[in-house]
């Protein structure tokens, strides 16, 4: 009984130790962003404020596009994340449910196409973007992310499809449930969870892409909110340090709030539909 003790507290102490290093950059950038330029510039920085300002999230707005960037970066966002995870649905469920050495070959080269580098891609990408004139375009941006987060995409949803126990589907069918039925009333529901975590996925994957987004566009206009934040950093490498954590600090909250609205949903559905009405 003792050693199992131990061992719990032990595992409770790994957890918090890992929650406060995941935490810790986030606390200090909200502390950083909050501080005025005589305590960025202190030998003896606090974490908390002395005297909270909010001068520098209005240096923000004023210095760069933060709303239009952010604009752009959502627009991107949720395009890629609805269009990857509507194609990855049904791909997924063959995949999952018609088990053949074609699908075994599908799933070994999605897990191999993620260890492809960014730097090996864009090359390609750009030349195929610019053939269909989506160079320095939001459409063309999200066609990206789509391709790029699809694989994976598809990978955690066959997982999903295969939790699902077929005797579900059989029972519907006995019952007299055509394919379509079976697959609307009681499959789709017990995949509800999955398909949220994935489109959160794509979605988060997409919001915080930097790279692509670099490359792809040009004009101010079209820049995504983390190729925006790039522009608090002068030439010589110097930060804006007060105006960069602020902006900084925006862009995460879409991130969080967006899982904050959907996390029950992640785990709420689990048995949805599992139950016969």
Do not use: C
């Not at 088990?99 to 090996?120: D, E, K, M, N």
């Not at 994957?205 to 983390?226: G, H, I």
């Not at 190729?227 to 862009?251: K, M, R």
């Amino acid at each position: 009984m003792k050693t199992s003790t131990a061992a719990r507290a032990g595992q409770y102490a790994a957890l918090l130790a890992y929650l406060v290093f995941l935490a810790f950059p986030f606390l200090w950038l909200v502390s950083t962003a909050f501080k005025p330029p005589r305590e960025l510039g202190s030998l003896h920085p606090t974490w908390i404020p002395e005297d909270p300002t909010l001068a520098n999230f209005r240096q923000a707005f004023d210095e760069q596009p933060l709303l239009r960037a952010a604009s752009n970066s959502l627009l991107a966002a949720l395009g890629a994340a609805l269009i990857a995870v509507v194609i990855a649905t049904p791909m997924a469920y063959v995949m999952a449910r018609h088990r053949s050495r074609l699908t075994r070959a599908a799933t070994g080269w999605v897990v191999v196409s993620q260890a492809f580098p960014f730097v090996l891609l864009i090359i390609p990408l750009f030349l195929v973007l610019k053939n269909l004139r989506l160079i320095n375009s939001v459409p063309g941006l999200v066609m990206v992310y789509v391709v790029w987060s699809l694989p994976f995409a598809l990978w955690m949803l066959a997982g999903y499809v295969r939790a699902v126990p077929v005797e579900l589907e059989e029972a519907a069918a006995v019952d007299g449930a055509g394919r379509l039925r079976t697959l609307v009333s009681v499959t789709a529901p017990l995949l509800a969870p999955g398909i949220v975590a994935t489109a959160l996925f794509a979605f988060i994957t997409a919001w915080n892409e930097f790279f692509f987004a670099l490359v792809l566009l040009k004009t101010p206009e079209k820049q995504t909110l983390p190729v925006v934040l790039t522009h608090f950093i002068g030439a010589e490498g110097v930060a804006d340090l007060g105006p960069l954590a602020a902006a900084a600090f925006l862009a995460t909250l879409p991130s969080l709030v967006v899982f904050a609205v959907i996390q029950r949903r992640i785990t709420g559905g689990m048995l949805a539909g599992a139950v016969k009405s």
